[in-house]
């Protein structure tokens, strides 16, 4: 069984661009989430979406969308990128929309802002 | 707002012996799960241990085992006959029940094994 994959590993991108991360869930898995890590840091949340509809958001600013597919794979959008927003972004996805069980993360998307 | 507190920014630990990597964390709620990540160079996040708030009893897998002390809202992962593999950043999290599903994570622990 596939894990949860993301794409891409690396993106470099310029200041103000636009950028989209993808994630595809394990088989059977129906909530997605996504966490910002920035180096030295740990990941924070930016959103979970279950069933193709928002469940949770972080503290990030607009810039940051998310959605969710019919096929349970999700989209992160950040527009108008900043040096800041430099980071390893995790997908993480879940049975069901409550984690007690904890997530099974993907090997993210790292991100460079130029 | 939830904060959880890793004071030890790395560990070294020789091969065969036994670490304790410490974790607390602030919180005004009862009900809540806490959970010990594994992240290695591959940087995938790896569950290695979680605990329920309401049990008394410390959760064990493996050679992985936590000393969990709700008054003292402490929570330490501790590592029995440490591996070269277990070489990794160890990540403490919570989770309130009653606060949706994010996870709020600690800043981390580099651990460092010697042969």
Avoid at chain 2, 13 to 38: G, N, P, R
Avoid at chain 2, 48 to 54: L, P, S, T
Avoid at chain 2, 59 to 73: C, L, M
Avoid at chain 2, 80 to 92: E, I, K, N, P, R
């Amino acid at each position: 069984d596939a894990g949860v994959t993301q794409s891409p590993t690396h993106l470099i991108k310029t200041r103000g661009q636009h950028v989209t991360l993808r994630c595809s869930p394990i088989s059977g898995h129906k909530s997605v989430s996504w966490y910002q890590q920035v180096l030295g840091q740990g990941p924070q949340f930016i959103f979970q979406y279950y069933e193709k509809e928002e469940r949770g958001r972080g503290n990030f600013p607009d810039r940051f969308s998310a959605r969710q597919f019919p096929n349970y794979s999700s989209e992160l959008n950040v527009n108008a990128l900043l040096l800041g927003d430099s980071a390893l972004y995790l997908c993480a996805s879940s049975l069901g929309p409550v984690v007690n069980y904890g997530y099974t993360f993907g090997s993210g998307t790292r991100l460079t802002v130029v | 707002a939830q904060t959880v507190t890793q004071s030890q920014p790395e560990m070294s630990v020789q091969e065969a012996e036994t670490v304790t990597l410490s974790c607390t964390y602030d919180t005004s709620e009862s009900d809540y799960y806490l959970f010990w990540y594994k992240q290695p160079p591959s940087r995938q996040m790896i569950l290695v241990i979680r605990q329920e708030a309401y049990k008394q009893q410390n959760a064990t897998e493996n050679r992985f085992s936590v000393n969990f002390q709700k008054a003292a809202k402490s929570f330490s992962l501790k590592i029995s006959d440490s591996q070269l593999g277990d070489a990794a950043m160890y990540f403490c999290a919570y989770r309130n029940l009653n606060a949706g599903n994010m996870l709020t994570f600690g800043g981390g622990t580099r651990l460092m094994v010697k042969p």
